[in-house]
Nanobody, 118 residues
Framework: QVQLVESGGGLVQPGGSLRLSCAASGFTFSTYDMSWVRQAPGKGLESVALIVRRTGLTYYPDSVKGRFTISADNAKNTLYLEMSSLKPEDTALYYC???????????WGQGTQVTVSS
């Protein structure tokens, strides 16, 4: 069955960097669009990065553009999110999510906590 397992979260000071990983299994990783989605305390879900497999293009909201980079290693079936210049408002639970045939997110990982604080 499909499994997505995130890792790499933690406590980091403002201005610092982190790399999140998402190990994928149970589906053909190289053919499905993948996203990183976060949920800050008391707030809704926000997609912070998307990779479209057919084109290789990536998309980011203005809130993280230039600071976050999504990438995928098809040989390792692993999705990454490189985060730099982190801000306290980046504090959230970060999920990786697989996008299904109808562009909905059909599978989610359990999440990894990122806390940006001095």
């Amino acid at each position: 069955q499909v499994q997505l397992v995130e890792s790499g979260g933690g406590l980091v000071q403002p201005g610092g960097s982190l790399r999140l990983s998402c190990a994928a299994s149970g589906f053909t990783f190289s053919t499905y669009d993948m996203s990183w989605v976060r949920q800050a305390p008391g707030k809704g879900l926000e997609s912070v990065a998307l990779i479209v497999r057919r084109t290789g293009l990536t998309y980011y909201p203005d809130s993280v553009k230039g600071r976050f980079t999504i990438s995928a290693d098809n040989a390792k079936n692993t999705l990454y999110l490189e985060m730099s210049s982190l801000k306290p408002e980046d504090t959230a639970l970060y999920y990786c999510a697989k996008r299904g045939e109808a562009y909905e997110y059909d599978y989610w990982g359990q999440g990894t906590q990122v806390t940006v604080s001095s």
